[in-house]
């Protein structure tokens, strides 16, 4: 026989709970003459069995039906059911610690965020110690935030020894600037990487020219391109993100975004960088798009991972226009202003890969020269001259 003190060691309860299996009837103590319950071995067996029960997820009083009666199958599938999820919830949330710890894959993780959340996510990232065009680049290429740093490095190396950083030619950003229907006398380059683009605008014009970047060494190339080319006097390179330039609304008359826009998102550089626009001012702008609506698989699945936000041209200028913008003209970069970027960076590839065969970086260069040697025409860039509207 135990008294209750005893009968909660042997079980590992408190007298509370002791009393309250009591109380239900799961158990039953004698009380003796002097006040004190004294429980049986047979107590002490029946509530060792309910803990077996309760470790199965059943509830005390689902416990108490299962020792009164023949067990209810059905309640115990029912909490199986409710395990499994309970399990597979928990295996997800393991899954995501343990690849924010570095020991798993972020990419789906990352997709979703980005899917519900596209600012959130990307503060989040900045404050991961990213700047913003490496936060930028884990969404749209890596997507694995402990690869990144790896990554990035290869990536960079890649593209440390060319100029162009996409597709382009001096012939069609000529060709855009003729477009513009006023002189341009102050300019902003958003995105002007190492600067090929700058150097015609500085070139071509009299005007001011504020040449944004937030790649540091792109912003060292193009000041030593301008002084080689005797243009720098007239060209501010500035060190900015471009979700966040600093300067005054109403401020340029021209603002040039080669290829850049679709890193913060098309729409949100339409709407972002207006105010900046004099009345009247321009926004040359390029970007990615659908040229047809037949379409390879491969190509489709290639820039749904790529650049979700792809869109055909029609759609690109109904943006432009309800954000308040006058389409002046664009047109689609001619095949040899894709090859001024990808013959450079082809043989840039064919020179490192046998120094990084296990580059995840220069694999993702691998598979995107192969989408533009097979499907360049299902897509290409297109130049959007655009008149802000009063």
Excluded at 302 to 308: G, K, S, V
Aim: a negative charge.
């Amino acid at each position: 026989m135990y008294r209750i003190s005893e009968l909660a060691q042997q079980v590992g309860l408190s007298r509370t709970a002791l009393l309250y299996y009591e109380k239900q009837g799961l158990i039953q103590g004698q009380r003796q003459a002097n006040g004190y319950r004294l429980y049986s071995d047979q107590d002490l067996q029946r509530v060792r069995l309910i803990q077996k029960l309760q470790a199965g997820g059943l509830t005390l009083k689902e416990c108490q039906a299962c020792l009164d009666a023949r067990i209810d199958r059905t309640l115990l599938q029912q909490r199986l059911q409710q395990l499994d999820q309970e399990l597979a919830q928990k295996q997800q949330s393991r899954d995501l610690l343990a690849a924010l710890l570095g020991q798993g894959d972020l990419k789906a993780w990352h997709e979703s965020v980005d899917r519900v959340a596209p600012d959130a996510h990307l503060d989040w990232l900045m404050k991961q110690g990213f700047n913003e065009k490496e936060a930028l680049r884990l969404k749209w290429l890596s997507k694995d935030m402990n690869e990144h740093e790896q990554y990035m490095a290869d990536f960079m190396t890649a593209f440390e020894t060319l100029d162009r950083w996409g597709p382009g030619s001096e012939t069609e950003t000529r060709r855009a600037l003729s477009r513009v229907p006023h002189t341009p006398s102050d300019i902003l380059e958003v995105g002007c990487g190492k600067g090929l683009a700058t150097t015609i605008l500085a070139s071509d014009t009299q005007a001011t020219i504020t040449a944004v970047d937030n790649e540091p060494s792109a912003l060292a190339r193009l000041t030593e391109m301008l002084q080689q080319a005797g243009l720098a006097e007239r060209v501010e390179p500035v060190c900015a993100s471009m979700t966040d330039l600093p300067f005054e609304p109403g401020r340029f008359d021209l603002i040039w975004a080669e290829g850049s826009a679709y890193i913060m998102g098309v729409s949100k550089a339409l709407s972002q960088w207006r105010p900046l626009l004099q009345d009247g001012g321009i926004l040359m702008l390029s970007d990615m798009v659908w040229l047809t609506d037949e379409r390879s698989e491969a190509a489709e699945a290639f820039f749904a991972q790529e650049y979700p936000d792809m869109q055909s041209v029609d759609t690109r200028l109904a943006q432009a226009e309800a954000a308040g913008y006058q389409v002046v003209d664009h047109f689609a970069l001619s095949q040899a202003a894709w090859d001024n970027y990808y013959q450079p960076l082809k043989a840039r590839l064919s020179e490192l890969q046998p120094q990084m065969p296990n580059s995840a970086a220069l694999k993702d260069i691998a598979r995107e020269l192969a989408i533009y040697e097979h499907y360049l025409g299902e897509y290409g860039y297109q130049m959007m001259v655009l008149k802000k509207r009063d």
